[in-house]
Each structure stands twice: as C-alpha cells, then as structure tokens.
C-alpha cells in the first residue's frame, strides 16, 4: 500500500501564485479597457439647453 504525500504550499509559492493571478486579471482588464476605448459610440448631434430655473423654484 502507497500512502499519498500531500505537499502543503509554503507560504512564498501561495504569494506568488496569487500575486501572478493579480497581474493576469490586471492585464485582462487593461486590454477590455483599450478594446472599449476604440469602440466609437454614437454622440448625440444636437446640444440640450433646456431651462429648468422655474421648475426648481416650484419644487422649493
């Protein structure tokens, strides 16, 4: 009968290996923020200037 040898991580393998996942979600979140900021989304044409002074005078 073969007993099964269960290596504990050190405590320097378990920081580095969360420290590597860190910087791989820190990339993947860099390149979808580029991905997006390339995106051109439609702006509207025309500029708003609505006046709302005397519904804020009501609403007091």
């Known amino acids: 009968m073969q007993l099964k040898f269960n290596r504990q991580k050190s405590l320097r393998e378990s920081i580095l290996h969360k420290l590597l996942k860190l910087i791989v ?22 500029i708003f200037n609505t006046d709302i002074t005397n519904e804020i005078i009501r609403l007091k």
């Open 25 to 46: 979600l820190v990339g993947i979140f860099v390149v979808v923020v580029f991905f997006i900021e390339k995106i051109n989304f439609s702006k509207p044409n025309k």
